[in-house]
């Protein structure tokens, strides 16, 4: 069979911001010599005082250290807002969609997001938040979202957002391992006509945090809350008397913007790092190019503001940018299956950014909820989170596209800030299901995982691993280097190990084949196996248990989870409702097992390693290949695993 290989249009290469020759001459350029390449586009954003240098990075285990443009000052909500107000005042920067479609959608220019900004800066440092401070903010997908992390960048406080799927336990322990001063949340969050209670959570999850944290609230849906007094602050009310204006305060370019966390695949969530110059420079750079954004789009990323790709593409990217950015509160089939298109026709928006786990969601309520809308103002799709399957990435081109949109299917990491592999719209011929080629001053090598040693032939197959620094990669991870240093420098020396696997063809073009490590994908979501594992070991029931992937045809992988019950206790279906019950308070609903098989033993080595990839094997319903199994202590537990397995084809 022949590959499928789709070429930029002559028309659309023609007014794009790159073309093949573009591409290949700025690429050259950029890992050539990457100081005077970022030395020149370091300067797409305002800087208070200019950098003289402009990389210092090493990746040596025991030394890694990363700063760019570090002599350098700015403030980045100044470049997010500031700098446009003269010449786009009046130029709507978010366009907010409710999630009930009712009621009103919110045009918020950026004059009137300078205001809102400054009155919630104001808001921050009445409450004793100073430069340095953490605020955790644990927020719906609605405009104050954008208002406290921007405020945050203006005064310089440095924002931990906990996606508001979270439960109150994670929720606790984000506030407590980042120490934050303050966390920013909402009455209740509206999604798919259903209310999380927010508040609820947070006064939940502060019961096991320093009383010393203040609480402000943000009156979204009027539900009734509890109210905490001298501890809760109405937030709105405070911006409403609040001063409009509060001057953005220079920054160092390393001074921490955000922190993260994200799963590994051990431990606790690491608090990623990222700072203020360099991510800014490489996410809005990242956002022009790989959606080709021209002055005047409407640009649309789906992601929730919880995640990276809502810190990069909906709010830093796009606004560094002077971009018309959306912002949706809903869910993709609420009120019904066509929610996306219709968002799409009634903002007429042009660059549509989403995960191929909402494609294959849509892609199963047939083609019909597409067709009903208008959107042939769509000039550009593209997709983020997981590898896409040729079936979704079709579908997305057929249906959605019309067979006009060039499809940028975008491989990245919490960790790396932005884009790190992906076609330019203008310059890439794309194949489905890979991310082709590395975007500027980015070196991807594969690295044979046994040997460690770089691959360089051609067509190679190992593990993903980046060469040299890029300016929106991880600082460290917080308060705890050299957890940064093992997790990415210390299994291959001298390079950062993403933990992916992948695949180079004869075309140089890259194609990621899944995570290496203990980390699964679920529905684009990234979730450590050990996060589950503790959760469900926690359980007073519960002797022991071990979580793999399995492949799932909506969500690409789905939680298996291996469970062996303290003696004496039987399994039940009500025990399974409470094991799945107890992961969603321990985590969240994303963590929740979608399959749970009693086990009576685990697979172990003699020296009680628990053998994961027996259990992987099992999960995927391809025990056939079991591999070797010499050296397990007692082979009969495996049968015993096969004959009960949940995931049969
Ligand atoms: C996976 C999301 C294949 C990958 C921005 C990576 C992808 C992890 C792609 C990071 C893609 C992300 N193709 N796999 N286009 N994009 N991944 O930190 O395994 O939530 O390591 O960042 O998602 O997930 P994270």
Same mark, same amino acid.
């Given at each position: ?8 249009s002559a028309?659309?290469?023609? *007014? ?9 001459q ?6 050539a ?34 700063r ?8 980045v ?5 500031d700098?446009h ?14 999630d ?55 005064i310089?406080?440095?924002?931990s ?6 439960s ?12 934050a ?21 947070t ?13 402000l ?17 109405d ?32 431990g ?10 360099? +991510?800014?420079?490489y ?8 959606f ?29 940018n ?11 089939t +609420? ?11 009634? *903002? ?5 950014y989403?995960?191929?786990?909402a ?13 009903? *809308?208008?959107?042939?103002s ?25 067979g ?14 932005? *884009? ?6 203008g ?23 046994q ?6 032939t ?14 929106g ?10 957890r ?14 993403s ?9 140089? +073009? ?9 980390v ?6 990234r ?10 070991v ?12 399995y ?33 969603r ?12 098989q ?35 202590a ?16």
């Amino acid at each position: 069979m022949t590959e499928a290989v789709y070429a930029p249009s002559a028309e659309f290469a023609a *007014h794009a911001h790159a073309d093949k020759a573009t591409y290949e001459q700025m690429y050259a350029a950029s890992v050539a010599d990457p100081e005077s390449f970022w030395g020149e586009h370091g300067k797409r954003i305002d800087w208070i005082t200019p950098y003289t240098r402009v990389k210092n990075t090493s990746f040596e285990f025991g030394n890694v250290n990363i700063r760019w443009f570090e002599d350098g000052e700015l403030n980045v909500a100044a470049n997010c807002i500031d700098r446009h107000l003269e010449t786009r005042g009046d130029q709507t920067a978010i366009i907010w969609e409710p999630d009930d479609p009712a009621d009103e959608a919110l045009h918020i220019t950026y004059r009137q997001l300078h205001e809102n900004v400054c009155r919630m800066a104001n808001v921050l440092l009445s409450q004793g938040v100073m430069r340095g401070d953490r605020v955790v903010i644990y927020l719906p997908m609605i405009p104050e979202a954008a208002y406290a992390m921007l405020a945050c960048a203006r005064i310089g406080a440095v924002h931990s957002i906990v996606f508001a799927g979270f439960s109150p336990d994670a929720l606790a322990n984000r506030i407590n391992d980042c120490d934050a001063k303050v966390v920013i949340t909402a009455d209740e969050a509206p999604r798919g006509g259903r209310v999380t209670p927010l508040k609820s959570n947070t006064d939940a999850a502060l019961l096991h945090c320093s009383d010393k944290v203040r609480c402000l609230v943000v009156k979204h849906t009027g539900g009734q809350t509890t109210w905490v007094e001298g501890r809760d602050v109405d937030v709105k009310a405070l911006m409403a008397t609040a001063a409009p204006d509060c001057p953005p305060r220079p920054m160092g370019a390393e001074d921490p913007l955000f922190i993260l966390y994200t799963s590994g695949s051990t431990g606790k969530p690491k608090g990623v790092v990222h700072t203020s110059g360099g +991510y800014l420079v490489y996410a809005a750079m990242t956002h022009q190019y790989t959606f080709d954004y021209h002055d005047g789009d409407i640009f649309w990323c789906t992601a929730d503001v919880g995640w990276v790709t809502g810190h990069s593409y909906i709010i830093y990217g796009p606004l560094a940018n002077g971009a018309t950015t959306l912002m949706f509160e809903g869910v993709p089939t +609420y009120p019904d299956a066509g929610r996306f298109w219709a968002v799409c026709e009634k *903002h007429k928006v042009n660059q549509f950014y989403t995960a191929p786990t909402a494609i294959r969601a849509l892609m199963g309520q047939g083609p019909e909820w597409v067709e009903k *809308h208008d959107l042939s103002s769509l000039k550009l799709l593209g997709t983020v989170g997981e590898p896409i399957n040729p079936e979704a990435w079709n579908w997305y081109n057929e249906v959605v596209g019309k067979g006009r949109c060039p499809i940028v299917d975008t491989w990245w990491q919490t960790e790396t800030g932005g *884009h790190l592999l992906t076609p330019l719209p203008g310059a890439t011929a794309t194949k489905p299901g890979s991310a082709t080629l590395p975007f500027f001053g980015v070196q991807p090598v594969i690295l044979d995982p046994q040997t460690g040693e770089e691959i360089t032939t051609t067509e190679a197959e190992g593990v993903l691993c980046l060469k040299d620094s890029w300016p929106g990669q991880m600082r460290t991870v917080y308060g705890d280097h050299e957890r940064f240093e093992k997790t990415y420098f210390s299994d291959y020396k001298g390079y950062y190990f993403s933990g992916d696997g992948c695949r180079r063809d004869a075309d140089g +073009y890259y194609w990621i084949t899944g995570r290496v490590d203990d980390v699964i994908n679920v529905s684009g979501h990234r979730m450590g196996t050990a996060e589950v594992e503790s959760a469900l070991v926690a359980h007073p029931k519960v002797a022991e248990a071990a979580v793999v992937g399995y492949p799932h045809d909506i969500k690409g992988q789905g939680i298996y989870a291996y469970v062996t019950l303290m003696n004496g206790i039987e399994p039940s279906e009500e025990l399974r409702k409470e094991l799945e019950a107890w992961v969603r308070t321990e985590i969240g609903p994303i963590a929740k097992p979608d399959l749970i098989q009693w086990a009576p033993g685990l697979p172990k080595t003699r020296s009680g390693k628990i053998m994961r990839r027996i259990l992987r094997k099992i999960a995927e319903d391809d025990f056939g290949a079991l591999g070797d199994t010499s050296t397990l202590a007692e082979p009969a537990v495996v049968d015993d695993l096969i004959a009960n397995r949940m995931n049969r084809h």
